[in-house]
C-alpha cells in the first residue's frame, strides 16, 4: 500500500471532524487533525486551529536523497521530518506456503532496504494463537551507510507447529518499523486440534506461570504433554491430562527470561503429534541460588521435599529444610505442595560452597496406595541434570523415603551426584551428604 492509499486513509475522518481557523485555547479545542496556534495579545491569549498538511503528499520538501528521512504529516496537521522506515521483504519461503507434513523448523530468508548504518531484524510469534518461533533478533550492518541497498538476512531454525503458525518479522531504525505477519502452514490430516487459552498474555510475575489450559479435540485424547523451553534450548516437562476435551496445568515452572510453553498430543497416527506452544517472559532474564522441583503424579498423594544443609543431618531444624523450616539467614524455604502433581519448590538464595543432600518423605496418602515423584534442579536458573532424577515409586504404606542425590558447589560452580535410592523411613541417613552414597548411616 502506496503512502497516498495510506494518507487517504487516515485523513479521511479528519476532513469531516472539524475546518482549519476554529478557535481555540489549547489543543483539546481542536478537531483531530489540526493543532492550536496561540498568540498573546492585549494582556489575553487566544489562538486559531490551523493545519499544515491533509496528507504526507503535503510535507515533501524534507525529503532527502540518501533516503534516511521522510517528511510525514502527523496527527496534528504538521509536517514533521522522521526517520523512513525500511523496506521488509521475505522471499523464502513465500507467505502462505504450504510446507511438507512434518516440517518441524524453517529458514526464512529476505531483504532489507535502507541507507542506514545498522537495521534491526526481529522475529516473534503472533500474539494469540499456536506459534514455537521463538523471539530472536539479528543486526545488519550496511557496507556503504547513506547509499541506498537491499541487505539480504536469513534466519535459521525458526520452528513450527503444525497447523498455521503466524510469524512476526521486524525490521526497525531509529525508531522506524516496518513489520511482516508471515503464514506459514504444516499439514497434520490426523493430528488433534490443539487450543491454548490460557496464558493470555505473554508475559508473567515471577519464574511460575499460574495456569495452562486449553482444549483437544477429539475428546477422545485422554493424555498428552507440557514442555517448557529455555533461550539455552534446556526443557522442563511433564505429563498433561486430558479430561472431555479439556486440560489445565497449575504452577507450571519457568525458566529466566524467555520460555516456550508447549502442549503436544498424539493423534492417530504414530508421527502425528499435535503441537501448540506459546511464548512467555518473565521479569528477570538471570537467576541466582538453587531451586529445586519436586512434582508427583497422583493427586491423592502428598510428598515431602527436605534440603540436607552442608555438614547437616536429615531432621534436624538446623541443618536442613523442609516445609516445617526455614533458614532466614541464607534464605532458605520449602514451599509446601499439599497434592499432586506439586510442584513443591525449595529455594536458596545464598548458596555456599559444599555438599547439599536431597530426599523425598511420603507423608499421606488417600487411597492410590503411591506415586511417582520426580526431581528437577536448578542452579542459576539452568538444569544441574540433564532430565529429572526419578521416577521414584513411593508410598507412606511403605515405611520409606527417597534420596535423590547431592550436588556439590565448589567456587560459584555446581556438580550434581545422582544416587536415587529408596532407604527404609526407619534408617533414615544420619551423616552429612559428603558422605552419600557411601555411608548413610554413623
Known amino acids: 500500500m502506496s503512502l497516498r492509499t495510506i494518507a487517504a486513509l487516515v485523513w479521511a475522518p479528519m476532513i469531516l471532524s472539524g475546518c482549519s481557523g476554529e ?74 506456503t504450504l510446507l511438507a507434513s512434518g516440517t518441524r523448523t524453517v529458514s526464512l530468508s529476505g531483504t532489507v532496504g535502507t541507507a542506514a548504518a545498522g537495521v534491526i531484524v526481529t522475529v516473534r510469534p503472533s500474539v494469540g494463537g499456536c506459534s514455537s518461533a521463538e523471539g530472536r533478533s539479528l543486526e545488519l550492518v550496511h557496507p556503504e551507510p547513506g547509499r541506498y541497498l537491499e541487505l539480504p538476512f536469513l534466519i535459521e531454525d525458526v520452528r513450527l507447529d503444525p497447523g498455521v503458525s503466524a510469524i512476526v518479522v521486524a525490521a526497525a531504525i531509529d525508531g522506524a518499523r516496518r513489520e511482516i505477519t508471515h503464514y506459514l502452514e504444516v499439514p497434520c490430516g490426523a ?42 534450548g534446556e526443557v ?58 519436586l512434582s508427583w503424579e497422583d493427586r491423592s498423594s502428598d510428598l515431602d521435599l527436605h534440603i540436607v544443609l552442608p555438614g547437616g543431618q536429615f531432621g534436624d531444624p538446623a541443618g536442613s529444610v523442609s516445609p516445617a523450616t526455614e533458614h532466614a539467614e541464607i534464605k532458605a524455604r520449602v514451599t509446601d505442595a499439599f497434592e499432586g502433581p506439586g510442584p513443591e519448590v525449595g529455594t536458596i538464595e545464598t548458596v555456599a560452597d559444599g555438599v547439599y543432600g536431597f530426599i523425598v518423605v511420603p507423608v499421606f496418602d488417600l487411597g492410590s496406595f503411591g506415586t511417582s515423584a520426580f526431581v528437577r534442579l536448578l542452579f542459576d536458573g539452568r538444569l544441574s541434570a540433564p532430565g529429572p532424577v526419578g521416577p521414584a515409586y513411593l508410598s507412606p504404606f511403605d515405611d520409606s523415603l527417597w534420596v535423590v542425590g547431592k550436588l556439590v558447589v565448589a567456587e560459584g560452580r555446581a556438580t550434581w551426584v545422582s544416587i536415587d535410592q529408596v532407604v527404609p523411613r526407619s534408617a533414615p541417613p544420619t551423616t552429612s551428604p559428603d558422605n552419600w552414597p557411601e555411608r548413610f548411616r554413623e
Open 191 to 232: 493430528c488433534a486440534q490443539v487450543t491454548v487459552t490460557e496464558p493470555i498474555d505473554s508475559t508473567t510475575n515471577g519464574l511460575v506461570l499460574p495456569r495452562l489450559a486449553g482444549t483437544v479435540s477429539p475428546t477422545t485424547v485422554r493424555t498428552g504433554a507440557w514442555r517448557v523451553r529455555s533461550a539455552n
Open 23 to 96: 478557535p481555540c485555547r489549547s489543543q483539546r479545542d481542536c478537531p483531530v487533525g489540526s493543532h492550536c496556534v496561540v498568540t498573546v495579545s492585549g494582556g489575553g491569549a487566544g489562538g486559531t486551529c490551523e493545519r499544515e498538511c491533509l496528507s504526507h503528499n503535503d510535507c515533501s520538501g524534507a525529503d532527502d536523497a540518501d533516503g534516511l528521512r521522510i517528511d510525514v504529516c502527523d496527527n496534528e496537521g504538521r509536517c514533521v521530518v522522521r526517520t523512513r522506515p525500511p523496506d521488509l521483504r521475505i522471499f523464502d519461503p513465500e507467505n502462505d
Open 236 to 293: 522442563i516437562d511433564g505429563r498433561l491430562d486430558i479430561v472431555d476435551g479439556y486440560f489445565l496445568v497449575e504452577r507450571l515452572p519457568l525458566f529466566p527470561g524467555a520460555n516456550q510453553i508447549e502442549v503436544a498430543v498424539s493423534g492417530d497416527a504414530a508421527s502425528s503429534e499435535s503441537r501448540c506452544s506459546r511464548g512467555v517472559t518473565t521479569p528477570s532474564a538471570r537467576e541466582h541460588g538453587l531451586r529445586t522441583l
